[in-house]
Structure formats: C-alpha cells, structure tokens
C-alpha cells in the first residue's frame, strides 16, 4: 500500500539553527501538505502546495518557513532559525485531488522536531 | 477560535463495550467531514469521509454520522478492542480553502 514517507523521525537542533524536514508523498498524489502538533495540543495546519507554489498557508507559516519540491519527488519544509516553540511533531500529508473534492489525505508518520 | 468542538476529552471504556464521540463545528461553508485515528506518536489514519449529503458512513466497527444542519457528528465504536484506543480526531473541510481543521481529539484508552 503506497504510503507518506517522512525522514528524519526524530531530529534535535540547537535554537537558531536551521533544520530541512523532508517528506515522500504518494507518487501520483498532486496535493501537498504540512501540518504540526504541539505537544498535548491539537494538529494546526500551515501550509498546501500544488503546482509547485503554495497555494495556502497559515498565520504559523511566516518568513522563517519555506517548501520546496526539488526534484519532483521529496516536499521539503525548511525552519531558517528554528525558536523553542517550534518544537513540535510535523506530519506531512498528500492528497490526489485536494481536500474540497473529499478525496482521503494520507499522512506520514511525522518528524518530532526538538528544539534545545 | 477553533472550529472543530469535541467531547468527551477522554474517556475510558471496558474491552468489548460500545462508545460514542461527539463532534461539533462551526466551519462555513462545509465541505467534508472527515474522521482519523491517530495513535501516539504517529500520524493520522483516515477512517471516514463524509459530504452534505451523508448522514451516516461505516468502517468496519467505526460507524460516523452528520448532521449537516445541526453541524454534528458523532463516531460509534462497536465492541471495542485493546487496539482501539487511540486519540480521534474530527477533522472539517471547507469549501473554497485547502486546508483541514482539526479538533483535539478523543482520547479513548480501553481496558481489559
């Protein structure tokens, strides 16, 4: 069964460094997503791509957050100079056709980011 | 102001018993409702997906319903099992936007 993969699962930084996130979506998917969950805390939506831009993004995505698909098969999350708070698990998701044509979101089993 | 309401926060049940979840929303216009099981420390697995015009839709021993015009819906577990216990999260979809609000979840630990 074709899944989302995401690498590394678990990752530590130093406050102020930059970290990549990189997620394997389905392979015929055209939707993509991150989500994160604080601890203890509901999953927040930050950011949709399709079409090789992003398409929406939450108030949590700001100038410190960027995506990219690079090479047509890995979505990358990039945190410039990651803060404490960010400390979270990210969940990438794929979709075929986009959550308003209420096809399934499929998602990976997470990157727990620690901030230190 | 989170959209997506669900109760109990967490609830404990006896191996074999039935549950049910509750799930309110106020996200306009709706799109679709859907259901994941999440487990600790793993991503989120769908179990249904339901549009306007369902009002109810089963996997397995999962059976969702929706009330669109009450903005409601609920998750039965049918003759639980270890297995089941996991956080359920009601998730909504809104027309015109790509992105799913979540709710906190209902954490179902259930017990032999």
């Known amino acids: 069964e074709p899944e989302v993969t995401q690498t590394p699962s678990h990752q530590v930084t130093q406050m102020g460094q930059e970290v990549i996130l990189r997620c394997v979506p389905i392979?015929?998917?055209?939707?993509f997503y991150w989500y994160r969950q604080i601890l203890g805390q509901k999953v927040e939506f930050l950011v949709s791509?399709?079409?090789?831009?992003?398409?929406?993004k939450s108030e949590i995505f700001d100038d410190q957050f960027s995506v990219e698909r690079p090479d047509g098969s890995n979505f990358t999350l990039k945190i410039r100079s990651t803060k404490l708070e960010d400390s979270a698990m990210y969940f990438c998701?794929?979709?075929?056709?986009?959550?308003?044509?209420?096809?399934?979101?499929?998602f990976g089993q997470g990157t727990r980011l620690t901030v230190v | 102001k989170n959209q997506v309401e669900q109760s109990p926060q967490s609830l404990i049940i006896l191996e074999g018993k039935n549950c049910t979840l509750q799930?309110?929303?106020?996200?306009?216009?709706?799109?679709?409702l859907r259901w994941y099981k999440q487990d600790t420390g793993r991503g989120p697995v769908s179990l249904t997906i339901?549009?306007?015009?369902?009002n109810t839709k089963s996997n397995g021993r999962y059976t969702a319903t929706l009330d669109a015009d009450t903005k409601q819906s609920s998750l039965h577990i049918t003759a639980s099992q270890l297995s089941d216990s996991a956080s359920y999260i009601c998730?909504?979809?809104?027309?015109?936007?790509?992105?799913?609000?979540f709710g906190k979840g209902n954490q179902v630990v259930v017990i032999p």
């Open positions: 998730v909504v979809s809104a027309r015109g936007n790509n992105r799913l609000a």
């Open positions: 791509f399709y079409n090789n831009e992003i398409s929406e």
């Open positions: 392979s015929n998917h055209l939707y």
């Open positions: 998701a794929s979709n075929r056709q986009g959550p308003r044509m209420n096809t399934e979101a499929f």
């Open positions: 799930c309110n929303y106020t996200v306009s216009p709706f799109s679709n």
């Open positions: 339901m549009t306007f015009s369902e």
